[in-house]
């Protein structure tokens, strides 16, 4: 698996789209440090970009590097090796270079700030760990996506619509639905609604951490009463790499009975 996930990783390093999600990220995070004179602003106005933007690359990144590796991964299945090594070496490799270039692109100019000194590095290490968390859950459901469909325009068809879905029309169906029904107790609803996807989860425990939850009203209250104790962010952390286990689980399911 270690070389499979070497060379994935030497693979996509060789891809421009790399450099240019490094660099983009690199260059956000100097110029809203530099032109903003308030840290928790500049980490807020990262989230609102990081929570939409890291799924939505995570997601084309899957999918494209399954579908243009295809060949060589055949190639592979040819070979006395475990399929499910293959693709979880495949899968660990694109996270990884997907993170480490989140990891890198924004932690140079917060390095370059000073942030380090300050008590906004907590504030900050919660973005960056939930942003990695998202790159390995949204790559993990695009490969499944691409593993059920053998034609590249539906696969991709489908992983831009489960990221549409998660990132834009589910908080759209959660608000009408907490409009409609607000007349009935809706604690356990939010809750369960939230951890149900993980864009709105990683936002919540952010927000929670930022402390500006007074801004969702009652809801928010409703969340820091939970996520807020140890005991709700130890489970937001399970919930999250559950939201990694099942989709990769799935994945060596459908790679044992995909018929290549």
Do not use: C, H
């Not at 070497?6 to 995070?29: E, M, N, P, Q, T």
């Not at 999918?63 to 090796?81: C, D, G, H, Q, R």
């Not at 890198?104 to 939930?130: N, Q, R």
């Amino acid at each position: 698996m270690l070389k499979i996930l070497k060379y994935s990783i030497y693979d996509l390093l060789r891809s421009r789209w790399s450099y240019v999600y490094f660099l983009f990220y690199l260059l956000l995070g100097f110029v809203l440090l530099f032109l903003n004179n308030n840290v928790n602003k500049a980490i807020i106005t990262l989230m609102n970009i990081i929570i939409v933007l890291t799924p939505l690359i995570g997601t084309i990144f899957g999918v494209m590097y399954y579908y243009n590796s295809k060949e060589f991964t055949e190639l592979l299945l040819a070979l006395p090796i475990k399929r499910s090594t293959i693709f979880i070496g495949q899968y660990i490799g694109i996270s990884l270079s997907l993170t480490l270039s989140l990891v890198f692109g924004l932690g140079i100019p917060f390095l370059a700030y000073g942030i380090f000194k300050s008590s906004a590095i907590f504030d900050f290490s919660l973005l960056l760990i939930t942003g990695s968390f998202l790159n390995f859950i949204f790559v993990a459901i695009s490969y499944n996506i691409a593993l059920k469909n053998e034609n590249k325009i539906k696969g991709f068809g489908y992983a831009i619509l489960m990221w549409l879905f998660l990132a834009v029309i589910y908080d759209g169906v959660f608000l009408i639905s907490l409009i409609l029904f607000n007349d009935y107790p809706l604690d356990k609803f939010s809750l369960i609604a939230t951890m149900l996807n993980p864009i709105d989860l990683s936002r919540i425990l952010i927000l929670l951490k930022l402390d500006i939850s007074a801004l969702l009203g009652y809801t928010g209250a409703v969340f820091r009463q939970f996520f807020g104790t140890y005991l709700g962010a130890f489970i937001a952390g399970i919930l999250l790499f559950l939201w990694v286990l099942v989709p990769v689980w799935f994945m060596k399911i459908r790679v044992k009975k995909k018929d290549f």
